[in-house]
């Protein structure tokens, strides 16, 4: 009541700031902290091609602090300079183009302090723990992702709703996943068809022809200019996961989908890369990729990808996190990227991620593809390992090295897409997404951020201590009992002790250590945790 009491004070001292200044402001907005807003003008194009036009706004707050914002044309003659800030109070701006309708537009408007909870801001990395993510605000970032090529296909055809979108966004916030590993645009794959999908085509999005982000099609590409409508549809599902606090981890470029892409560095090229930059910066949950598996192709060298990091960096007012997922780049440019991505297929993942997290102290490490592709109705990419609870185990290896993973359900990671598991044919293998949400609940319960790895303490699990006398211990199943290092502050005769069942997040009983060994209540049947408190 108070908050709310305070909200509407707010907004008539702005009004009557107005009224006094004799200053003009826009009418019928409301930006939040953290909202993104676009901002829109009208004018016909000069040029032949108007993505490429220079057209961008500088916004001033009371403070005298300025985000120069780049400007991009979105059709019909409309253009838009895309606008969110961590900042409150007054703004104003003022365009600048040599397009006369688009140049010295000005305006001033307020920020209001954000009433939504559990709105952070975008996602950054702290300088005191920078191997962890955290948002703006400083709460910390558990960062759970999920893999999905597709995402741009669903609803694509559907103008007015995004029923398909809507569903998987819903059942993957309800299950704790709040980051999508995507491409921009994909296409198709090199591999098979499941033959089963003949029986199911509403699930297969490959080889679409209407979709394209340029004009023509995947097939008879017209690189001249970009196609207006799939950036639209685009924008509609990155403000839906940006309304439920799942970021967008966006991969620019994918070499290995069958797409037709530009030459590298020509103009369509540079056109296609700087549009995505200029009109998704503003999302606060946005984490830039240059290339999925960058090194796939010749067309991606080294150099190439320098020169699209160089092109981000000035381009993104934001300074939003970027990496590259591919990992020979990240470990000979750390200096290049933000987050180093590994991918790592290993049987020993383990102790190979914590030789990367020992290797780079100052980044957070994450294990983009681990090789467990959880297993679907259809086999679209095994990978190594499909059995959901390896899948699960090896993520929990990866996070009690102190790294960052992702997950992969064959249902949506690549073309085939079923985007409402809840209501899938009962015929049909579903996926084990409880599986996360206890996975991020257990890491919020016991904040990963506070954690690092303890290799003292652990003779058969795998250990995570806080050094503030809270020690965990991973046992895979067929553990039948933690073997604890006697000389550790682990093994001690003070404190509590209780399990936890990484399966169905149950947790038992708290006792006290009376002597012998610590078995697994649930040997043979789930993968536990061990907990120690002082």
Not at 102 to 121: D, E, S, Y
Not at 171 to 190: C, M, P, R, W
Request: aromatic residues 18%.
């Amino acid at each position: 009541m108070k908050k709310a009491l305070f909200y509407l004070l707010f907004l008539l001292a702005i009004k009557l700031f107005a009224a006094n200044n004799n200053t003009s402001y826009l009418k019928n907005i409301n930006i939040e902290q953290w909202e993104v807003y676009d901002f829109v003008f009208v004018a016909k194009p000069t040029m032949k091609n108007p993505f490429i036009v220079d057209f961008n706004a500088i916004f001033t707050n009371e403070k005298g602090e300025q985000l120069t914002l780049p400007g991009f044309y979105n059709g019909d003659n409309m253009w838009v300079v895309r606008f969110s800030s961590s900042k409150t109070g007054q703004w104003k701006y003022e365009t600048k183009s040599k397009i006369k309708k688009l140049n010295n537009k000005k305006g001033t408007f307020f920020v209001a302090p954000i009433t939504n909870k559990n709105k952070h801001g975008g996602i950054v990395v702290k300088p005191e723990n920078p191997q962890h993510f955290y948002y703006e605000d400083g709460t910390p970032y558990m960062q759970m992702a999920y893999e999905c090529d597709w995402l741009f296909a669903l609803d694509y055809k559907n103008k007015k709703d995004a029923p398909n979108t809507k569903a998987l966004l819903d059942d993957l916030e309800k299950n704790k996943f709040n980051q999508i590993v995507t491409t921009v645009y994909s296409f198709g794959a090199k591999w098979k068809r499941d033959p089963k999908l003949k029986d199911y085509p509403e699930y297969d999005y490959s080889d679409d022809l209407s979709i394209y982000p340029f004009l023509g099609t995947n097939k008879n590409p017209d690189f001249s200019l970009l196609n207006i409508d799939y950036f639209k549809q685009m924008d509609r599902s990155i403000a839906m996961m940006n309304d439920r606090n799942i970021s967008l981890h966006l991969m620019i470029y994918v070499w290995n989908k069958l797409v037709t892409w530009p030459d590298a560095n020509t103009e369509a090229d540079n056109m296609f890369f700087d549009y995505i930059i200029k009109r998704y910066q503003a999302y606060p949950n946005v984490v830039w990729d240059v290339a999925k598996e960058a090194y796939e192709r010749k067309r991606c060298s080294p150099k190439y990808i320098l020169e699209r990091i160089k092109r981000i960096r000035k381009l993104d007012v934001y300074k939003r996190l970027l990496t590259v997922h591919e990992y020979d780049f990240c470990i000979k440019n750390p200096e290049s990227v933000d987050i180093i991505s590994a991918q790592n297929w290993s049987a020993t993942i383990y102790h190979d991620m914590l030789k990367v997290r020992e290797a780079f102290p100052n980044k957070p490490i994450f294990n983009i593809e681990h090789g467990g592709y959880a297993e679907s109705p259809f086999e679209v990419f095994p990978g190594d390992y499909i059995s959901p609870e390896i899948c699960l185990r090896r993520n929990y290896l990866i996070n009690f090295s102190g790294t960052y993973s992702t997950y992969y359900w064959q249902g949506t990671s690549w073309y085939v897409m079923i985007p409402d598991a809840n209501n899938m044919p009962n015929n049909l293998l579903k996926p084990k997404y409880e599986y996360y949400k206890h996975f991020v609940s257990f890491f919020e319960k016991y904040p990963f951020q506070d954690f690092s790895p303890d290799t003292k303490s652990n003779n058969s699990g795998y250990t995570l201590t806080n050094n503030k006398g809270v020690f965990l211990m991973y046992l895979p199943k067929y553990n039948y009992q933690a073997s604890i290092n006697w000389q550790s502050p682990f093994f001690a005769k003070t404190g509590t002790y209780q399990w936890y069942n990484t399966l169905t997040g149950a947790y038992s009983k708290v006792f006290q250590f009376k002597g012998g060994h610590f078995k697994n209540p649930w040997y043979n049947k789930a993968d536990a945790i061990l907990i120690r408190k002082h």
